[in-house]
């Protein structure tokens, strides 16, 4: 009971600050910015609030349950402490993200595109940290289905994966200072290879294997 009581304490935390600053909210809230830092996308200050504790309560209702349904559910007790700290720190900075949306949409003047890159780079490098750790399973981490077929080979492809996505992260927070073309282009650059990087490398690590 004690590992639920952080995550729903943030959630509760972000529905609080949400209704404290509701009543002075404008009718519509900025929720997307370009990579200039101009805004994109608008939605009600109703809907920007709902969609963003949504968000958050999916993601803690999601990862605290979907391992009792998990076949491999007796590998999370090898990286339990690593999995908590993972969803933990992603509501951290969900909660971060919700203020800094909330205090741009009050008029404060508040470098989101910016945010956005170190948000992401934040999350990369705890992703990085922990994917190492984690053991097979059919939700968490790079389920190629090499390494859901060997664990040795789940093993070389996470730890490949989570240096891989912790290198990652460093960068994006580098590109924090970066004009928003350039950044634009290696953000894209960075998905794509984290994306398809670890597929191949998981395939040529089973076909070594085999």
């Known amino acids: 009971m004690k590992k639920h009581i952080f995550p729903i304490s943030i959630i509760a935390l972000t529905i609080i600050v949400w209704a404290i600053a509701y009543p002075k909210l404008p009718a519509e809230v900025p929720t997307h910015w370009g990579f200039n830092g101009e805004v994109n996308g608008y939605s009600s200050k109703l809907n920007a609030m709902l969609t963003q504790i949504g968000i958050m309560a999916l993601l803690y209702f999601s990862v605290a349950f979907l391992p009792k349904i998990d076949p491999r559910r007796k590998n999370y007790k090898y990286f339990s402490s690593s999995y908590q700290m993972m969803y933990n720190a992603l509501l951290v900075v969900f909660f971060g993200l919700n203020v800094f949306v909330i205090f741009y949409a009050l008029g404060y003047d508040i470098p989101m595109s910016s945010l956005g890159t170190v948000f992401i780079g934040i999350i990369f490098i705890v992703l990085g940290n ?19 077929s060997n664990e040795e080979v789940w093993r070389k492809t996470h730890r490949f994966g989570g240096k891989l996505f912790f290198v990652s992260g460093i960068i994006l927070l580098l590109a924090t200072f970066l004009s928003g073309p350039v950044k634009e282009y290696l953000i894209i ?5 984290i994306i398809v990087a670890p597929y191949i490398y998981s395939y040529l690590i089973y076909k070594k294997l085999s």
Do not use: D, E
Not at 189 to 193: E, H, K, Q, S
């Open 130 to 148: 922990v994917m190492q750790r984690v053991r097979s399973n059919f939700f968490i981490g790079l389920r190629t289905p090499w390494a859901l």
């Open 189 to 193: 650059a960075i998905i794509a290879v």
